[in-house]
């Protein structure tokens, strides 16, 4: 994907790597997995936009299809009806690590003395360097340049030394470091796994007799499956024959689920380790209304993120809800802006202002986040050209000043602008006539909601574990003279 296309056309939000899913089904059942996958792909197509991939096993054959593009670009009826077969896992991508090749997109699928592996990844290693470095010097070939087929080889070595893939796939879990939730399919059995910290979410549903994984629970809601539980972090769930088994890793690690996935990556409609989405953006609104009251006639949230915070804003508040921003949803993914005239325009291509809804107003515009601030200063420019009095902007969500490492697209550390500024300088800068970040302790009531405590490194710069050395570099991906 253009670089331009995911700052400018993605008006710089942040970009979490990936989704998968995956379905054991039952003798007793009729369903074609790869029909499947599709679908609760789709419904996961938000988690990553670039490249996507189904494999299915057949009998102890897995036949696998991938490629860049979104999911119903990669995919027709005819291609999933070649599919057949018993079970299934499925990836939708957005790269944080590794280039956008169709080599790059999951799943990985390898083939070894033992038999098959398929595995989908959603995360980042902290030590994908230090062990693949390892792995190249004792002979390993390495055909892509993301971290998860340094997870998949890391299985496949411990596969070769002991009697069962769950036994390898808990050995592995003890050398790799990081942000994984896996789907793993072997010839025989369909496995879920979850990293100690439960940095990323993934879910376990059941469809008629049938048992599926997913990132989030709405890609259950799509393929009609009933939600049973989420996965525990440090957990290794095995599904074979139509019986589920679980098994600990035995890893003790401080728990750190992403605060993001509430803030802007899930789906509404998603419930995470307990806790709808939806409701703790409304949770967010509030505490953002209560701490930062303003006079106003209308709270209005920036698509598509910001609008269940809008609402609860407006619902503490008493300021009258509505819609100042139309999004368009229909934009071509190679759109490029080679000109500063061009990108600036692709802001209003995207986000138009209704300037019925506004004009004359005093407003407060909800969103999720800054990171750049280019973009909201465009939008603040755009809602002031068609007459708003005042614009107020509220964030549902702490100043962004520190990288992530465990996932998500974040630039680092000086591309940040609540790094270089402070609060009122970037109200300046974007603006807007007031401004609001969501305080950090507001997250403790969230918290309590979901039962899980997050990881708020993005905010405060203390990780659940240790950072990992990011001036390291995949020496393929490197140009000449670094």
């Known amino acids: 994907m253009n670089k331009n296309f995911r700052g400018i056309l993605g008006t710089e939000k942040l970009h979490e790597e990936c989704g998968i899913f995956g379905i054991s089904v039952s003798e007793k059942d009729s369903f074609n997995p790869a029909h499947e996958a599709y679908t609760a792909l789709f419904a996961l197509q938000h988690r990553g936009q670039e490249a996507c991939g189904i494999a299915v096993n057949d009998k102890g054959v897995i036949s696998l299809q991938k490629n860049v593009g979104l999911v119903p670009e990669v995919f027709d009826d005819d291609d999933l009806i070649s599919l057949p077969g018993q079970s299934a896992i499925g990836h939708v991508r957005y790269s944080t690590l590794g280039k956008n090749t169709r080599e790059n997109a999951q799943p990985i699928v390898i083939s070894h003395i033992k038999g098959n592996l398929a595995i989908a990844h959603n995360g980042a290693l902290t030590n994908a360097y230090e062990l693949r470095e390892k792995y190249e010097m004792a002979g390993g070939i390495f055909h892509t340049s993301n971290d998860s087929e340094v997870i998949a080889y890391a299985i496949v070595r411990e596969r070769l030394k002991t009697d069962s893939i769950e036994d390898a796939v808990k050995n592995a879990m003890?050398?790799?470091?990081?942000?994984?939730?896996?789907?793993?399919?072997?010839?025989?059995?369909?496995?879920?796994?979850?990293?100690?910290?439960?940095?990323?979410?993934?879910?376990?549903?059941?469809?008629?007799?049938?048992?599926?994984?997913?990132?989030?629970?709405?890609?259950?809601?799509?393929?009609?499956?009933?939600?049973?539980?989420?996965?525990?972090?440090?957990?290794?769930?095995?599904?074979?024959?139509?019986?589920?088994?679980?098994?600990?890793?035995?890893?003790?690690?401080?728990?750190?689920?992403?605060?993001?996935?509430?803030?802007?990556?899930?789906?509404?409609?998603?419930?995470?380790?307990?806790?709808?989405?939806?409701?703790?953006?409304?949770?967010?609104?509030?505490?953002?209304?209560?701490?930062?009251?303003?006079?106003?006639?209308?709270?209005?949230?920036?698509?598509?993120?910001?609008?269940?915070?809008?609402?609860?804003?407006?619902?503490?508040?008493?300021?009258?809800?509505?819609?100042?921003?139309?999004?368009?949803?229909?934009?071509?993914?190679?759109?490029?802006?080679?000109?500063?005239?061009?990108?600036?325009?692709?802001?209003?291509?995207?986000?138009?202002?209704?300037?019925?809804?506004?004009?004359?107003?005093?407003?407060?515009?909800?969103?999720?986040?800054?990171?750049?601030?280019?973009?909201?200063?465009?939008?603040?420019?755009?809602?002031?050209?068609?007459?708003?009095?005042?614009?107020?902007?509220?964030?549902?969500?702490?100043?962004?000043?520190?990288?992530?490492?465990?996932?998500?697209?974040?630039?680092?550390?000086?591309?940040?602008?609540?790094?270089?500024?402070?609060?009122?300088?970037?109200?300046?800068k974007i603006g807007v006539d007031s401004i609001g970040f969501l305080p950090v302790e507001a997250f403790e009531k969230i918290e309590k909601g979901c039962g899980r405590r997050f990881c708020l490194g993005c905010f405060s710069g203390k990780y659940p574990v240790k950072e990992p050395d990011v001036s390291r570099k995949n020496i393929f991906e490197r140009r000449i003279g670094e």
């Open 174 to 428: 003890g050398k790799i470091k990081g942000a994984y939730s896996l789907v793993i399919m072997s010839p025989r059995k369909l496995i879920a796994v979850r990293d100690p910290s439960g940095f990323r979410p993934l879910c376990i549903g059941k469809l008629s007799n049938s048992y599926v994984f997913a990132s989030e629970s709405c890609a259950l809601d799509a393929i009609g499956a009933t939600f049973l539980r989420d996965v525990e972090p440090g957990e290794i769930v095995v599904c074979l024959e139509g019986e589920l088994t679980s098994i600990e890793s035995g890893i003790k690690a401080k728990e750190g689920l992403c605060v993001f996935e509430y803030v802007y990556f899930a789906r509404p409609d998603s419930v995470i380790d307990g806790l709808s989405v939806d409701a703790a953006r409304r949770e967010m609104g509030k505490y953002l209304a209560r701490t930062y009251p303003v006079d106003a006639d209308l709270v209005f949230g920036v698509p598509d993120s910001g609008l269940s915070a809008a609402l609860g804003y407006a619902e503490e508040s008493g300021v009258p809800y509505g819609t100042g921003l139309i999004k368009n949803r229909y934009i071509g993914r190679t759109f490029i802006q080679p000109s500063q005239t061009q990108r600036e325009r692709a802001v209003s291509i995207k986000l138009n202002v209704l300037s019925s809804a506004v004009r004359g107003k005093r407003v407060v515009m909800v969103d999720d986040s800054i990171v750049r601030g280019t973009t909201s200063a465009n939008i603040v420019r755009m809602i002031r050209e068609v007459g708003a009095l005042e614009v107020h902007m509220r964030l549902s969500s702490p100043p962004f000043k520190n990288p992530c490492y465990f996932g998500t697209d974040v630039p680092d550390r000086d591309m940040l602008i609540a790094h270089k500024m402070s609060v009122e300088e970037i109200g300046k």
